[in-house]
């Protein structure tokens, strides 16, 4: 009895403990997208009304719109490139287990590790030295850069789990190789390609540490231009902005729930 | 009938042999080779560059200044040295923070939360992961702010007479990487504890040991990997953290990030900038060692 009581005070500590600190988590966020959701002409919460303004405020602010554009090209372009690279290389590194896979293993996820000002710098110098400079090519090779290794990641997440047997069995009935890859090897591993591509584009919507070196008219994406917004200005529409872009978020994160599972994502390999 | 028989037997000799030579292959190395290239050009590469580039002469070369100058100037004045003890003080506390605030979580959500309550922690600490950096800057500078919730609260409840400043101080760079970084400590140490065995701690609890002498002798040294793992992680994500610094920071910390961006903005000093680069890699560089010997350790 006494130990079934110790345990729940366990239990309600502790849960009081997650409880704490899943506010201070959440609550800075509700801050935003309640201040998106102001009628002042400045920041303050709680807010003082409901209005829509600084949704059509946004809207009408060209930069952001332009760099919204930028954004999603870049995303998508990047991601495309690296799921196109990055997925042959994940499905050959899986079977292929030597001491040498294991080193590539980790330089094509190495990336991740990288400090990313650094890459966006060393990208910058490189890229103008060999005539690219600051280009929305060098922002989408850039892009590439910091995607493969969650295309990888996730795509040698779900083969790895995939028993040979069935390419096996498909090679004893005479499948040839494209055909094993098409009707075996690419349903198994649809939901991380999936889920690693989702990724790929949430990272690099948000990327700012190396988006930022690339800089120009033509080439800001949407966090840089909230930068150098919020370094001059402080008004509710960075809020706004924000919030659809979290909306988006979001609904990557649906997708990837769906395709592939959030709980895989907790267990690092 | 021994005819078909024979044939069964060569054809399973055939592919048992097949398999011990060299197991069947869907995939050549040819697989690999556009993503090895990849890197090779716009990683690698670039990063080669920037290390040559760290050798230049820079802006202010001290005098005498040789191959190393930009090196010597960043280690030697007590300026800059101190700007790369900054940057590493402060990934420690933020790493020490989370591990103190996490721990708790990922121990409630592993043993104490029901299978859904588990997957709505999952969800919600992966969630914030994926909000714009901008926005969760934006909401600390919302909630610190001098005539924020934070300094009012603080007033209504007589603590304080004055608002204090707590935007553009550590203490908002500390919160607001806190905030990024606890839910990668609480992922690495969930997982691990997870898969601890529960058999351990009912035998140690049996053979009479408190609650709390278990969590001490079995089940936090059990949990070491994931702790390790979570802290290289955090503090290596601490060091190159520059968005959180420059909103949060108003120039209070002065960190290896955030000097990078002033040289590259401002003053220009490409070479010197490299070679703040430079050291920011072996950081991460020595970082990555120690998480890849966590990782070979828990594969063994």
């Known amino acids: ?269 | 009938m021994s005819g078909k028989n024979a044939e069964l037997e060569t054809m399973a000799s055939t592919i048992g042999a097949r398999a011990a030579v060299r197991p069947w292959r869907l995939m050549g190395f040819g697989y690999i080779i556009p993503s090895l290239l990849l890197l090779a050009a716009f990683f690698i590469a670039p990063l080669w560059f920037v290390g040559e580039m760290s050798l230049r002469e820079g802006r202010l070369p001290p005098p005498g200044g040789g191959l190393w100058q930009n090196y010597e100037r960043l280690f030697l004045d007590s300026f800059y040295f101190g700007v790369i003890g900054e940057t590493v003080v402060l990934s420690l506390v933020v790493t020490l923070i989370c591990i103190l605030m996490g721990y708790p979580v990922a121990y409630f959500m592993v043993r104490h939360a029901s299978a859904r309550l588990y997957n709505l922690i999952i969800f919600f600490l992966i969630a914030p992961l994926l909000t714009p950096i901008i926005m969760r800057t934006f909401g600390w500078q919302v909630l610190l702010a001098r005539r924020g919730l934070i300094n009012e609260g603080l007033m209504s409840m007589d603590l304080i007479s004055k608002p204090l400043s707590l935007l553009n101080s550590p203490v908002a760079v500390v919160l607001g990487l806190v905030h990024v970084l606890a839910p990668f400590m609480i992922l690495s140490i969930a997982s691990v504890l997870s898969g601890i065995d529960r058999r351990l701690e009912e035998s140690a609890r049996m053979l009479g040991a408190s609650r709390g002498k278990t969590f001490l002798k079995i089940t936090l040294p059990l949990s070491m990997d994931g702790l390790g793992t979570g802290a290289i992680l955090v503090f290596m994500l601490a060091n190159g953290s520059f968005v959180t610094l420059l909103l949060l920071g108003g120039g209070s910390l002065q960190t290896l990030p955030l000097l990078i961006y002033q040289q590259f903005n401002t003053t220009r000093d490409l070479p010197f900038a490299a070679a703040m680069s430079i050291v920011l890699l072996v950081l991460a560089l020595v970082c990555l060692f120690f998480q890849l010997r966590l990782i070979r350790r828990k594969g063994a």
């Not at chain 1, 997925?87 to 080193?103: D, F, G, N, Q, T």
């Not at chain 1, 919507?205 to 008219?217: E, K, Q, R, T, Y």
Request: net charge neutral.
């Open chain 1, 1 to 269: 009895m006494a130990r079934l009581a110790e345990e729940t005070r366990e239990s309600w500590a502790l849960g009081l403990v997650t409880l704490l600190f899943f506010v201070f988590l959440i609550f800075p966020i509700v801050v935003v997208v309640a201040v998106s959701f102001t009628s002042a002409n400045y920041v303050s919460f709680p807010i003082e009304g409901f209005s829509l303004r600084w949704f059509h405020r946004i809207v009408e602010y060209e930069p952001f719109i332009d760099s919204l554009w930028v954004t999603i090209k870049v995303a998508f372009a990047s991601t495309a490139i690296a799921v196109l690279a990055g997925v042959p290389a994940a499905l050959y590194l899986v079977r292929w287990k030597s001491a040498v896979s294991e080193y590539l293993m980790a330089l094509l996820l190495s990336p991740l590790s990288m400090p990313m000002i650094v890459l966006g710098l060393a990208l910058l110098f490189y890229l103008s030295a060999i005539g690219l400079g600051i280009s929305l090519t060098s922002l989408i090779i850039a892009h590439t850069v910091v995607g493969l290794p969650y295309i990888v990641r996730t795509v040698a997440g779900v083969y790895r789990g995939a028993p040979p047997d069935q390419e096996e069995s498909a090679v004893i009935l005479g499948a040839s190789r494209w055909q094993i890859i098409r009707y075996v090897v690419l349903p198994q591993i649809k939901p991380g390609i999936f889920a690693g591509a989702t990724f790929s584009i949430l990272v690099s919507i948000d990327n700012l540490p190396v988006s930022f070196f690339f800089g120009s008219p033509s080439t800001s994406t949407l966090p840089v231009v909230m930068l150098s917004y919020l370094e001059h200005q402080f008004d509710p529409s960075i809020a706004a902005i924000s919030t659809v872009q979290m909306l988006i978020a979001l609904i990557g994160l649906i997708i990837i729930e769906r395709f592939y599972g959030l709980r895989h994502l907790g267990t690092p390999e």
